[in-house]
């Protein structure tokens, strides 16, 4: 199942820069974006999403940003701190899909003090 | 802050045996969820509950898998004869709509099953 893909298995970045974490679609049908982030020993914790009528959600430090044409998605951290180190996980659903939310394989991001 | 609980949190069993995993979701929710995670692998959805039946279910969720939430608070998800590929984490959610309309799941921390 590739329908939702994350390329990226690991990132790292500094204390106080921009962490970007990439996601990419192959069903049309997606019309909700979410991202979760989880640590070792928990289950995914929601931190943001997206409906495809927009193209940009912010919270926080956390943004969102989705391009239906290139069928892809980030999440922009700013500033990063090491406390955001973690697995981000990608997840989409859609009306065809109902109740079920199809994740990507997860990156491991490592903010460094 | 409300939350998903899961029991046990790590189950061994013998290849062939039945498995009950436990999950007691957050109270006012109506959807209820099974999710896995295969070592290295995609969180996978298993199956989704709503107003006592089930509303959704993979390819995954065969004749082998069943759920039930036999009081109004616990749900369950039973694996009657399992297989060494049924070694997995487990993942109980709940949610207060669909994601389309409330966009949050809240998962428990999970319970992981090895079978032998």
């Known amino acids: 199942d590739q329908q939702v893909k994350q390329n990226s298995p690991s990132l790292s970045v500094q204390e106080g820069r921009i962490s970007i974490l990439n996601c990419d679609y192959t069903?049309?049908?997606?019309?909700?974006f979410l991202w979760y982030k989880k640590y070792p020993a928990e289950g995914p914790t929601f931190l943001i999403s997206?409906?495809?009528?927009?193209d940009k959600n912010e919270d926080g430090r956390f943004t969102v940003f989705l391009n239906k044409s290139a069928k892809h998605l980030s999440l922009h951290i700013v500033p990063s701190q090491p406390g955001d180190s973690a697995v981000y996980f990608c997840a989409a659903s859609g009306w065809t899909s109902g109740s079920r939310l199809t994740f990507g394989e997860g990156t491991q991001l490592t903010v460094n003090p | 802050e409300p939350e998903v609980t899961q029991t046990p949190s790590h189950q061994v069993t013998q290849m062939g045996q039945e498995v009950i995993l436990r999950c007691v979701p957050i109270?006012?929710?109506?959807?209820f969820y099974w999710y896995r995670q295969i070592l290295g692998q995609k969180v996978e959805f298993l199956v989704s509950f709503y107003n006592n039946e089930i509303s959704e279910k993979s390819e995954i969720f065969d004749d082998q898998f069943s759920v039930e939430r036999p009081d109004g608070s616990n749900f369950t998800l039973k694996i009657r004869s399992t297989k060494l590929e049924d070694s997995a984490m487990y993942f109980c959610?709940?949610?207060?709509?669909?994601?389309?309309?409330?966009?949050?799941?809240?998962f428990g921390e999970g319970s992981r099953l090895t079978v032998l």
């Open positions: 109270s006012n929710h109506l959807y």
């Open positions: 997206i409906s495809s009528i927009k």
């Open positions: 959610a709940s949610s207060g709509g669909t994601p389309m309309n409330t966009g949050e799941l809240f």
């Open positions: 069903n049309s049908m997606f019309d909700y």
